[in-house]
């Protein structure tokens, strides 16, 4: 049988406050609350999302992160800072445009769209 993710860890050091960020900007909730370490329910088909609270943070770029794709790239940029997110950056390549993304501790991730143009 081949391998299989159910589920994508984040490191942070204050997990309650990243499961607030991360319920509303996935639209889930809460599956598993252990306190340092919290389980989001999962999403459509995709994995899980676990925080696991860690006495010191990983410096610099998180060496994994994750892609979103969505119909209008401006409007889920907006919505997202406005929960607490901070714009890293813009980058393009033919046929898609996509946002780097900190959430609330700092974790980088992307949210595109495919098609659009700067």
Do not use: Y
Not at 28 to 45: C, H, K, M, R, Y
Not at 50 to 78: I, W, Y
């Amino acid at each position: 049988m081949p391998l299989t993710i159910d589920m994508i860890t984040i490191d942070t050091s204050d997990a309650r406050k990243l499961a607030d960020f991360w319920t509303a900007a996935l639209g889930t909730t809460v599956q598993n609350d252990w306190g340092e370490f919290i389980v989001l329910a999962p999403t459509g088909s995709g994995p899980a999302l676990g925080l696991q609270q860690v006495p010191d943070a990983t410096p610099g770029k998180n060496r994994l992160h994750f892609d979103s794709h969505v119909p209008d790239r401006l409007a889920e940029v907006a919505r997202l800072v406005d929960l607490g997110a901070s714009e890293v950056a813009v980058h393009s390549v033919p046929g898609l445009v996509w946002s780097v993304l900190a959430d609330p501790d700092g974790n980088q991730f992307c949210v595109g769209q495919p098609g659009e143009k700067l």
